[in-house]
């Protein structure tokens, strides 16, 4: 299945099997050692604009952007931020909150067409989110979770996913306008994380034939040498039918590249060779 994401300015992003993997970059958010939280309590766009940058030059084709965080007025921080942002760079954006008035007031900005992410099987989530998509033309990440929490079991993540997808139906919310977070646990947790989340992204696949998203680092949270862990989890989930990965790209871009290469979205290796040479480039500069 393919659809597109547009930015404010009109700048387009096929996202689909047929399309190279699509990096949303992952950075802009409240949480470690960013300084970001800080930021946003005095109101200093500064470095998140810096940080955006950072992520598009970078080779980021979307931005994430979360300021969720105790002590954060979100209302009203989330809209000053994705304004600042959305004036200053040509990137599609994905809004990260479950804060019904805070998505309002932000996707009022026009922001061309946004990804929301994300919405879980709670009826009051749903009824909140789903309608302000519908209403801006935004697509929604959905994620296999409900109130009972995160399901071990791949079929029961994708009795959630069928839930869900038939109250966004209601909703009429098209698929294309659809990506499903298949959801990854760390590996420290469960041996079999990775292969629950593998077998739930093939039956979506099968049964459904929904664009797949998922957080790159989530597998290796608590283990050292995280990146190691992170760049198999990823090359694997792209043979496996992912489309859109949460990260970030100055870590994992080049390893993308290599597992689209060798998933067949790069044809005769055109991309890859070019991204190649331009690290060379920036190498030599």
Same mark, same amino acid.
């Given at each position: ?7 404010p ?7 689909g099997d ?30 998140i604009?810096?940080?955006a ?20 007025n979100?209302?009203?921080?989330l809209?000053f931020?994705v ?26 900005i026009?922001?061309g067409?946004?990804? $929301? ?10 009824e909140?989110?789903?309608p ?6 935004a ?8 109130g009972?929490? $995160? ?9 959630i996913?069928r839930n $869900? ?13 659809i ?6 646990e760390?590996?420290?947790?469960s041996?079999k ?10 039956k979506?696949k ?14 290796s ?6 990146n ?11 043979l496996n ?7 970030n ?12 290469l060798?998933?067949?979205k ?13 690290l ?6």
């Amino acid at each position: 299945m393919e659809t597109k994401v547009l930015s404010p300015k009109g700048k387009e992003i096929g996202i689909g099997d047929s399309y190279p993997t699509v990096i949303i970059g992952e950075r802009i958010n409240p949480f470690g050692k960013s300084g970001i939280k800080e930021a946003l309590e005095r109101r200093d766009i500064s470095p998140i604009l810096k940080i955006a940058e950072e992520q598009i030059a970078d080779g980021a084709d979307i931005l994430n952007v979360n300021v969720g965080a105790f002590g954060i007025n979100e209302a009203e921080v989330l809209p000053f931020v994705v304004e600042n942002i959305a004036q200053r760079f040509d990137v599609p954006l994905c809004i990260e909150s479950r804060n019904r008035h805070a998505l309002k007031k932000t996707l009022e900005i026009g922001l061309g067409k946004p990804i $929301i992410n994300s919405v879980s099987g709670e009826p009051q989530i749903m009824e909140a989110l789903f309608p302000l998509a519908k209403e801006h033309g935004a697509l929604v990440v959905i994620i296999a979770s409900d109130g009972k929490g $995160i399901p071990k079991e791949p079929e029961r993540r994708i009795n959630i996913v069928r839930n $869900i997808l038939e109250e966004a139906e209601k909703y009429g919310i098209e698929k294309e306008n659809i990506i499903v977070d298949s959801i990854v646990e760390s590996v420290a947790l469960s041996s079999k994380a990775a292969l629950n989340t593998f077998e739930t992204m093939r039956k979506i696949k099968e049964k459904w034939g929904l664009n797949l998203i998922l957080g790159a680092s989530n597998i290796s949270y608590g283990l050292p040498m995280r990146n190691f862990i992170n760049v198999v989890f990823l090359s694997a989930a792209i043979l496996n039918g992912l489309t859109c990965v949460i990260t970030n790209p100055k870590v994992l871009k080049p390893y993308i590249m290599a597992a689209d290469l060798i998933a067949g979205k790069d044809n005769l290796a055109r991309r890859y060779v070019a991204y190649m040479k331009s690290l060379k480039t920036k190498a030599n500069v």
